[in-house]
């Protein structure tokens, strides 16, 4: 399957146009965010240890994600080029593939788990980054809302748009899929940063990059990404309350 070539509606100057527009997008919206909260609240007000700053942090983050990748992608990977959804996998699927992203799924999930402990005795100094985003469960119900939405719903929709549906086709234009598959999968684990999230992101992406191919249809992979996400934050949250086993528990920082 990875051997052949898969056909992109986006030529080499086309897709390297929307990969611009997005990261323009992206990095233009969040400096506009530090302008305003320097002119209003101020960096010292808006940095104050309160109990959901980190969560906000997050919820900002992805938000900004999601609205580059939304404007990106319908303004110039689509509207500009007079194509339709279709084109990014946005057809219907079957009953089986979505059996089969679910069940990779979670085979996925218990791979990550696996490396996140391989990793915490490997590299210690990676602890710190191994910790769970939601370390405070009394956060305010709309934050814990707004972010549980953005986590588990629109970011592995408009993720899978933007990594699968668009840059994996384009770089297959003239790339073997296995090719494409590794770069864009490097490209996928790079954007989480955090080198614990990166590597496991990159695992993650050929999973869905499988279902991707091999379903013909974006919605499998974006079911395996909703079905991750939702593992890991109720892991999280689970392990905030101090609900797990201490065999499941993340590691502690020394």
């Known amino acids: ?24 997008l992206y990095f233009g919206l969040s400096a506009a965010h530090m302008i305003w909260v320097k002119s209003t609240l101020g960096f010292e007000e808006y940095l104050k240890n309160d109990t959901d700053f980190y969560t906000k942090v997050l ?15 319908t303004f110039v990977g689509l509207k500009r080029y007079q194509l339709n959804w279709e084109v990014l996998g946005f057809r219907s699927t079957t009953r089986s593939w979505i059996t089969i992203a679910i069940l990779l799924a979670i085979a996925g999930f218990i791979c990550r788990f696996l490396l996140m402990k391989w990793l915490s005795v490997e590299v210690p100094a990676w602890v710190k980054f191994m910790q769970p985003p939601l370390q405070d469960l009394n956060i305010s119900s709309v934050t814990l809302f707004f972010f549980l939405i953005l986590t588990v719903v629109i970011t592995p929709v408009v993720e899978e748009t933007f990594f699968r549906g668009f840059l994996f086709q384009w770089m297959t ?25 990166a590597i496991a992101a990159v695992i993650m992406s050929f999973i869905f990059i499988f279902l991707f191919v091999a379903s013909r249809s974006i919605w499998p992979p974006i079911i395996a990404h909703v079905i991750n996400n939702a593992l890991s934050i109720g892991g999280n949250m689970l392990a905030s309350a101090q609900l797990l086993p201490e065999y499941l528990m993340p590691p502690v920082i020394s």
């Open 1 to 24: 399957m990875f051997h052949y070539r898969l056909s992109s509606p986006w030529n080499f100057k086309q897709g390297f146009l929307i990969l611009i527009s997005f990261i323009l």
């Open 59 to 73: 919820i900002f983050s992805q938000l900004t994600k999601a609205i580059a990748i939304a404007i990106a992608i």
């Open 173 to 197: 234009q003239k790339r073997p899929v296995w090719i494409a598959a590794v770069i864009s999968s490097l490209m996928f684990g790079a954007s989480h940063i955090v080198p614990p999230q």
